[in-house]
């Protein structure tokens, strides 16, 4: 039976979108009589620097990766941020730059002027490679394509912050989980991708450090092959093993992991990259005043927002946000504003979020999503930290290798 604190905060969880709706036509009367202030200065040029990679071929045709994933994103923030900035007379450009497969992404981040604030969406050898030369040390390079936990880590880089939730975070969130449902035993098949190997070791490290057990771990290659045909008796094999309470997927190409829902040897539950998943953002997030920045970007893409939509958005919304509250586009002073331990940010998750001093990764709360819902919002109840419970997600100070942010703490 539903308690009544259950129903009060139901209540409101409808009534407060609904008044914000109706609020909305006194906002637009608000802001049509508004002036905007004067400008405090030149506008503050956000660069977004995207290296054009090789997309894998959908299982679903209905649901491609999209050409323009995260620039849409940082699109939306530009916006925000001039609307934001407008009344204290604060402006921002975005100047876009996608640098096709074989360019040289260290030549095109140097033909850019007041290269500053640079978003990068890009494998994590292209950042790193970016975050080593000598005209970027000056730069606050925003990544937020690349989930690498080893650029959190030994390889991580002084002027490089992490927008996109690590591998780490994403394996943490899952088997917070997973372990507080007490389905402690996974069955563990990993695609042939360098990068499913990556997440299949971040799942054997959150395991390990939430008392779950990998039972047994198996290879699957579809060797190009379409398996929806063959799935009913193609995975009966690869999914059995010893006893175990879920089977865990590792195919971030998505090249057979949706076929193997309701096709595992055993009825089990399908968790990982397919199945119940762990992300920064999806269709169905619509808590917080979700919806409204859902329906802006929808508004704008003509599609929904996806993770690294979200990071797009969040990466240019953060450098806003730091001018706004030093009330000035002076690179130096937003840069100051945006490092420093104290910064905090919304980003439509329900908590304030900011930077990790040690590493440079934004805490953040991540969604155990499956198509039609948000199952649970990690960190789950339980999983306690003497800072702030965001940091039993990813990398804790502890625990990471990096050294390039010593002396900071917070």
């Known amino acids: 039976m539903e308690s009544s604190g259950a129903r009060r905060k139901t209540a409101w969880g409808r009534l407060l979108p609904a008044c914000l709706i109706a609020l909305a036509p006194l906002g637009g009367l608000a802001g049509r009589s508004a002036q905007a202030s004067p400008a405090a200065g030149p506008p503050l040029t956000i660069h977004y620097l995207e290296r054009r990679v090789e997309r894998p071929v959908p299982l679903n045709n209905e649901d491609p990766i999209p050409d323009d994933e995260g620039a849409r994103g940082a699109e939306l923030g530009l916006k925000d941020s001039n609307a934001t900035g407008r009344f204290i007379g604060l402006a921002f450009t975005l100047d876009t730059k996608v640098v096709e497969p074989g360019d040289d992404i260290g030549a095109a981040f140097r033909d850019m002027p007041d290269r500053r604030f640079v978003v990068l969406n890009a494998p994590a050898a292209d950042v790193l490679a970016v975050a080593d030369l000598p005209e970027s040390r000056e730069s606050v390079l925003l990544n937020i394509g690349a989930p690498d936990t080893r650029l959190r880590d030994a390889e991580c880089r002084k002027n490089l912050l992490h927008v996109l939730p690590s591998r780490a ?128 970007f929808r508004k704008l893409a003509g599609r929904t927002m996806r993770p690294v939509d979200w990071a797009g958005w969040m990466a240019v919304h ?36 900011s930077f990790r001093a040690w590493d440079g990764q934004l ?21 306690l930290h003497h800072r702030t419970e965001l940091d039993t997600l990813g990398l804790d100070e502890p625990e990471s290798a990096c050294r390039a942010f010593s002396g900071r703490s917070g």
Do not use: C
Not at 322 to 333: E, G, I, L
Not at 336 to 344: G, R, V, Y
């Open 363 to 383: 805490r953040q709360p991540i969604f155990l999503l499956w198509p039609g819902a948000v199952t649970a919002t990690a960190p789950i109840e339980g999983f």
């Open 318 to 353: 953060a450098v806003g946000e730091a001018a706004v509250k030093a009330r000035s586009t002076v690179p130096d002073t937003v840069r100051t504003i945006l490092t420093a331990p104290t910064f905090e940010v919304g980003g439509f998750k329900g908590r304030p979020l």
């Open 169 to 296: 975070m994403l394996a943490d969130a899952l088997v917070q989980f997973l372990a507080f449902k007490r389905w402690s035993r996974i069955l563990l098949v990993v695609g042939p991708a360098p990068g499913d190997a990556l997440y299949a070791e971040a799942l054997k490290r959150s395991a390990r450090k939430f008392g779950a057990r990998i039972v047994a771990e198996t290879r699957y290659d579809p060797k190009g092959g379409d398996v929806r045909d063959t799935a009913l008796r193609e995975f009966a094999l690869p999914t059995r093993g010893p006893e175990h309470d879920v089977v865990a997927v590792a195919d971030e190409a998505g090249e057979f992991g949706t076929s193997l829902n309701y096709n595992t040897a055993s009825p089990r539950p399908l968790v990982g990259t397919q199945g119940l998943t762990a992300a920064a953002w999806g269709r169905p997030v619509e808590a917080w005043a979700a919806v409204q920045l859902q329906g802006r």
